[in-house]
């Protein structure tokens, strides 16, 4: 029941607040003698070399963003080329660039914090030409997966999902990581928050990746922990399991259930020592679900719907929403994708932010909530240039496809203030808040709640970069002082938590 003991969420999530004192007071320093390495080597498996030459859909990023899938279309069955095109465009490495005094730094496909890419991507598959069944480990660094286990072991995730749907005839399963020392060499122990954010830009590609290629892909948050991280050879003291998603439908397991040794696989150390963060291994062994059984009682009710009052000034969305779709390809939005370093005083388009929020909030296929217009998350902006809106705070009302004003007034400076004193946030045209009523949260899912919600912001930030650089401006993920954001949007957030923020805007020139 360890789950369901929410002051264990509620502790870690008030530890991890920044405030001015926790940032401006503290004595925390980098090592770059002791950065970790950004991949996961394993010292004697052999590599599956990928296909180097993907496919190309035409499809605009935004529409990409859609989950436009059929469930009553024949499925095309997956293939390597498939797979190759997914893992890429989720996590593989689309830029390399040389840095005086630095060296090589490689650049991946999706968003993270500190370019720390602390996010392990795994997959168990069936059968795939030119691929046997298998679990097996990718890596981006030589884009090409290492076998970690041999035969189809898909059955040991669907069992330990407590048998979701989403699994169950998934010809491949993906699994995500966190290693979390990998991130809190620089944040400590927020890294723990920053394994569920980076781990959602990562989803936002991959379902966008599987939408292009015409394959579903079903988000699982709840599952048996110690199955999962068994399965995959985790030492959980250093890496554990976070997510799992069922990619294609149509192939359902046709081997028995067998029991799985321990793998006994040397991977090369991260950095010449780790320190321990106490704090994020006992949120992660507090928001874990010992069994099967356990998951399908944690899935069993359905987070409630809840409407707020209607209170301010309602500026709809702009109703051409995807009349004008911009000709860029998602995979060439990726590619070009980063996070912008200086914003210009430039203002957005009405129909631009439409898009922005349009695209985010279409309905996550996740485990962890049913119904396509319930989100945990409730979206907060300060606008700062934006066409036909006054400069103002405002809250995101999906329902009404709407904008309430809740203050008006120039917040340039209150912006920046709130994203620790960062410029990007005052030059930005808008910069959009993630918040949520995080106890009620807890109450309902127990600490396995405080991983969904921070999981579902993620994935709505990593949607807002796509659907940014898809329209031709930029978009970066900032840090903030918690308290003081709530405060901002009080008394309409009263009570609430943040859980990510993202400024958006037209990207400042580069002085030469």
Known sequence: MHNRDIDTALTYHEETKHSYDSVYHNHHF????????????????????????????????????????????????????????????????????????????????AA?????????????IADL??????????????????????????????????????????????????????????????AYRHSFWDSGTILANLMAAASARDFPARLVVGFADTQVNTLLGLDIEREV????????????????????????????????????????????????????????????TLFPMLRSVVSGMMFPLCPELYGQLPEGSLESVICKRGSARAFAHQPLSLAQLSNVLVGATQPIPTDFIEESDVRLNDIYLIVHAVADLPPGAYVF???????????????????????????????????????????????????RGYRAVQLEAGILGGRMYLAAYGQGFSATGLTFFDDDVIEFFSPHAAGKSVMFLMAMGHAAQRRR
């Open 112 to 124: 993270c914090t500190g370019a720390l890419y602390h996010i392990e991507l795994y997959v168990a």
């Open 30 to 109: 980098l090592d770059w003698d002791n950065q970790p390495r950004p991949f996961k080597l394993y010292v004697d498996l052999e590599p599956y070399s990928l296909p180097s030459t993907l496919p190309d859909s035409h499809l605009p990023a935004l529409q990409a963003l859609a989950p436009s899938r059929d469930e009553q279309k024949p499925q095309t069955r997956l293939t390597l080329d498939d797979l190759a095109y997914i893992l890429f465009y989720s996590a593989g490495v689309t830029k390399r660039r040389s840095y005086p005094g630095y060296g090589e730094m490689l650049f991946r496909a």
């Open 241 to 300: 399991a976070l997510f799992l998603v069922g990619l294609g439908r149509g192939e359902p397991q046709r081997t028995a259930l067998s029991p799985v040794e321990p793998l006994d696989l040397e991977v090369v150390p991260l950095s010449r020592e780790e320190i321990d963060y106490p704090a994020t291994r006992i949120i992660h062994a507090a928001s874990a679900l010992d069994s099967p059984e356990a998951v399908v009682g944690w899935r069993d």
């Open 397 to 447: 009302r999906g329902s009404e496809q709407s904008l309430e004003l809740l203050r008006e007034g120039d917040f340039r400076h209150q912006a920046g203030v709130l994203a620790l004193g960062q410029d990007l946030a005052a030059d930005a045209s808008v910069v959009v808040f993630f918040l949520c009523d995080l106890r009620l949260i807890l109450e309902h899912y127990g600490n």
């Open 129 to 190: 030409p030119g691929l046997p069944a298998g679990l097996y480990h990718f890596g981006p660094v030589d884009f090409a997966l290492r076998l970690l286990r041999q035969g189809d072991y898909r059955q040991v995730l669907v069992v330990a999902s407590g048998s979701h749907v989403a699994l169950q005839d998934a010809p491949i399963i993906v699994v995500g990581s966190g290693t979390l020392w990998r991130n809190a060499w620089k944040y400590r122990a927020r």
